[in-house]
């Protein structure tokens, strides 16, 4: 009998089989790609991935109760390899540096933000993500002006984002209180330069959301009120505004007029 689902690692199996396969095929597999997965649970994804016959899938797992499980039972897979240990901790030593690559999983909730943040500031982000996430997490991400959050910014630096089809809670085990979505991230063509720079004038105009642009990127980025106003006029924005008004383009236009 398999292990209990453990609340304090936000255990939730996806079990309709309908859904892992449209999660699956989501993905594009095909025969030259490299996958990763977060936290593969009992492999009901990880066999629906398999299926399409990926050059290698590396499934990473926090959950020590669940890698005989899945060693187990994939064990007979030359494709598959389990990687034990936490997503959060490990993602940047054991994604591929140079090559393509793509990522999947049931995320729990409470790494999603910092998962998905995490993800697109990789020297070399995957191509194509699909996961799970929480039916909120998965509208913000999408979000465009005059809804735009941290979570969405951090991702439309690098990709496009769009939401594949709302999980019922009753397609998992336990049954988490809220729906889930299907949340499917592109890797742009290309990619803006200077990625670093860009986050840090993000993480600033949104530092305090109910705040204007202009006090967010003076405190944020530890500039006088004279400074920060001459900044975003040169970027020709409303020093009034606030950030959630702001696209991705407003904020690489303030990051390249900031002096650093």
């Not at 594949?164 to 890797?187: C, M, N, T």
């Not at 980025?221 to 505004?241: C, Q, R």
Request: glycine share 6%.
């Amino acid at each position: 009998m398999p292990p209990k689902a453990k609340k304090y690692l936000g255990q939730n199996f996806l079990e309709d089989k309908n859904v892992l396969k449209r999660i699956a095929s989501l993905l594009e597999i095909e025969s030259d790609d490299e996958i990763v997965e977060i936290g593969p649970g009992h492999g009901e994804l990880t066999k629906e991935i398999l299926a399409f016959s990926p050059k290698k899938l590396s499934s990473i797992e926090k959950d020590a109760d669940l890698w005989p499980i899945i060693a187990d039972g994939f064990a007979k897979n030359k494709a598959f390899s389990l990687i034990k240990g936490d997503a959060l901790d490990i993602l940047p030593e054991v994604t591929p540096k140079k090559r393509n690559w793509k990522i999947g999983g049931n995320i729990p909730y409470y790494i999603t933000g910092h998962l998905l943040r995490m993800i697109g500031e990789l020297p070399n982000p995957p191509v194509l993500a699909v996961f799970t996430v929480q039916k909120e997490v998965a509208e913000r991400a999408c979000s465009l002006p005059p809804n735009m959050n941290l979570l969405s910014a951090s991702i439309g630096f690098w990709a496009e984002s769009s939401m594949g089809g709302i999980i019922k809670k009753e397609s998992f085990r336990p049954v988490p209180k809220i729906d889930s979505a299907i949340l499917i991230i592109r890797r742009k063509k290309n990619i803006p330069e200077d990625a670093a720079k860009y986050y840090e004038t993000m993480r600033a105009l949104f530092k305090q959301p109910r705040k204007t642009i202009l006090n967010n990127l003076s405190d944020g980025l530890k500039k006088t009120k004279e400074e920060a106003a001459d900044i975003i006029k040169n970027a020709e924005l409303d020093i009034a505004s606030r950030s959630q008004n702001l696209s991705v383009e407003d904020i690489l236009n303030i990051a390249n007029k900031t002096p650093r």
